[in-house]
């Protein structure tokens, strides 16, 4: 069997087990694609190969439907937690060993998933370029002169280089999507709450989300479907009615002229050509909705990063990547009662959401406005980092469901693709969707 040329797809490799390759030998390959493509950037921490392989050789009996990741090589962002692995969240200071699995890898493993290794990211999950790391930054798939995306950085550019068939990253303001569409890859941002956060370091513990990183829809809910479910011991888990993926919905908003913020011509021409596949899509205006997204860095939720780990940062001084440190200072310039304005705020916006959705099932938009270089970021590290959340701050903080998925590419040759947003719930539709928009790409 031609190992280097297998796609880690969750169906390619399970028809290969049926054929009786190993899982060790899946694993081996795992390992030698890593080497391979030699940047040092996207693992923080790997397992080694040779407990890796002896877990391979541990597997119960290969089946499918008892064991639906079977074999399949996953990774995880090093904000969550893996057992027996270090955990840093891109801070050396914070290093240390968990004794226990985050509730969602132990959903992985219990469904046969082999663990590889935790991923970079931008430190503590703050940032969405995913370059703001003490370690080397990951190398964007497509263009290296390019940001990877961020905050999970590794993740997206493990799944994209096909070290890995799916990875865990987390999403608080567009960093399980951001990435994605970066390197042309699927990101699965469910409804908050529908997979628990235990084990999960905070950056926003009232928004952040588990993300799944993928290559195909199909992959990515079948990822998500394992580990979402209600968490008693997470008091942020909620839970959640949803389906497989079926009906496809079709009350599909997009942004109107004047909501429509891209900052290339590239950029625009993968627009043009995404929405032609979006059947029956209607300029909406969304103003309200982007409106939402200023309290997120403008507003107090920028205290709420304090509350996840400014005691470390107060204990730890010089701690802390730069720029981290810069976003993390702004906090204390909110107070008590700014919080409670901003709760009051963000309700009008969540009825104006709820309002946009009783009219529509879907927004459609671009995932992201700009591609920016490696160059642009060091003339300015705040910048192009804000303009990126354009169309992902808002998401969690409307309580809404979210999955970025591959477009047409830019005439550039960069990826570009499309997010699409609904409320709390609509996790399966919207997947449908997603899948539905793909197929309309190879038809």
Avoid at 168 to 187: E, H, K, M, Q
Avoid at 260 to 281: E, F, I, K, Q, Y
Avoid at 342 to 355: P, S
Wanted: proline residues 9%; charged residues 15%; hydrophobic residues 50%.
């Amino acid at each position: 069997m031609d190992l280097p040329g297998l796609s880690f797809r969750i169906d390619t490799l399970h028809a290969a087990y049926g054929r009786g390759l190993s899982a060790a030998a899946v694993v081996t390959e795992a390992y030698r694609r890593v080497a391979a493509i030699g940047d040092p950037g996207i693992f923080i921490d790997l397992t080694p190969e040779c407990t890796l392989c002896a877990e391979a050789a541990a597997l119960p009996a290969f089946d499918a439907r008892r064991f639906p990741l079977w074999g399949i090589p996953v990774a995880v962002k090093d904000n969550i937690a893996v057992a027996g692995r270090p955990m840093t969240a891109a801070c050396p200071a914070f290093a240390h060993v968990p004794a226990e699995d985050a509730f969602a890898v132990g959903k992985l493993r219990a469904a046969g998933a082999l663990i590889l290794g935790k991923t970079n990211l931008d430190q503590f999950a703050t940032g969405l370029v995913g370059v703001r790391t003490p370690y080397p930054m990951p190398r964007n798939t497509a263009d290296p002169s390019r940001v990877p995306g961020g905050s999970s950085s590794g993740s997206a550019v493990a799944v994209a280089h096909g070290i890995v068939a799916a990875a865990l990253g987390t999403d608080t303001a567009g960093s399980g999507r951001v990435p994605a569409a970066l390197n042309g890859i699927v990101g699965l941002k469910p409804s908050v709450g529908a997979v628990s956060s235990r084990g999960m370091l905070p950056a926003c513990r009232t928004l952040d989300c588990i993300s799944v990183f993928a290559t195909t829809v199909a992959d990515a809910w079948a990822v998500f479907g394992i580990i979402a479910g209600e968490d008693r011991a997470d008091p942020f888990s909620r839970p959640i009615a949803w389906t497989d993926p079926g009906v496809v919905p079709t009350r599909i908003a997009v942004p109107a002229p004047g909501d429509l913020h891209l900052d290339d011509a590239p950029a625009h021409a993968a627009w043009s050509a995404a929405r032609v596949l979006l059947p029956n899509a209607r300029d909406a205006v969304i103003t309200p909705l982007l409106d939402t997204a200023k309290l997120l860095y403008d507003g107090p939720w920028i205290a709420e990063r304090a509350a996840a780990f400014g005691d470390f940062a107060a204990s730890h001084p010089g701690a802390l990547h730069p720029v981290t440190e810069a976003i993390l200072g702004g906090a204390a310039r909110f107070s008590a009662v700014d919080a409670f304005r901003g709760l009051y705020r963000l309700a009008e916006h969540r009825r104006a959401a709820e309002e946009f959705f009783a009219r529509f099932d879907v927004l459609a938009v671009p995932s992201v406005p700009n591609f920016p270089t490696l160059a642009e970021l060091a003339a300015d590290p705040i910048g192009p980092n804000a303009r990126l959340g354009t169309y992902t701050n808002f998401v969690n903080l409307l309580d809404l469901a979210a999955i970025a998925v591959p477009g047409p590419r830019r005439p550039d040759g960069l990826p570009a693709g499309i997010t699409l947003i609904g409320p709390r719930g609509s996790d399966a539709a919207l997947a449908a969707l997603a899948a539905a928009f793909m197929e309309a790409q190879t038809t």
